[in-house]
């Protein structure tokens, strides 16, 4: 049962150096998803991977009793020491892949409609 307080999302800070810790505009993030394996996992970063500004992405089941995904995304630093913030990429690589699901399940339901007409006639 979820509680109100259930995160199935969580953005792990960044050290920069300030004694502060930032996800806001950080080149290089990790996030903790929860209820979700290799499924997501592979695809997101097979995804984000296809990126130009990503110059590291990978994921990790912590153990196979946990249901959650450490995910770590790195940009790359351009020729004026600036990045791709990592929460965009991540996001764009959520959108992308949410895109290529849409796609793929219209094309199942237009191949079932077929193939039961098929059937009828």
């Keep these: 049962m979820q509680t109100n307080d259930y995160i199935k999302l969580q953005v792990c800070p960044v050290?920069?150096?300030?004694?502060?810790?930032s996800t806001i505009g950080a080149p290089n993030?990790?996030?903790?998803?929860?209820?979700?394996?290799?499924?997501?996992?592979n695809s997101l970063r097979h995804i984000i991977?296809?990126?130009?500004?990503v110059d590291f992405c990978g994921y990790t089941i912590p153990h196979?009793?946990?249901s959650k995904i450490n995910f770590r995304i790195q940009s790359k630093i351009n020729e004026d020491s600036t990045a791709v913030p990592a929460i965009d990429?991540?996001?764009?690589?959520?959108?992308?892949?949410?895109?290529?699901?849409?796609?793929?399940?219209?094309?199942?339901?237009?191949?079932?409609?077929?193939f039961k007409e098929m059937e009828t006639s």
């Design 15 to 21: 050290d920069d150096g300030t004694n502060t810790k």
């Design 29 to 41: 993030l990790s996030f903790i998803i929860r209820d979700e394996d290799h499924t997501l996992g």
């Design 49 to 53: 991977m296809k990126n130009p500004a």
């Design 64 to 66: 196979p009793s946990e």
């Design 89 to 114: 990429i991540f996001r764009k690589g959520l959108l992308d892949l949410k895109e290529m699901c849409s796609i793929v399940l219209e094309k199942y339901e237009e191949s079932v409609k077929t």
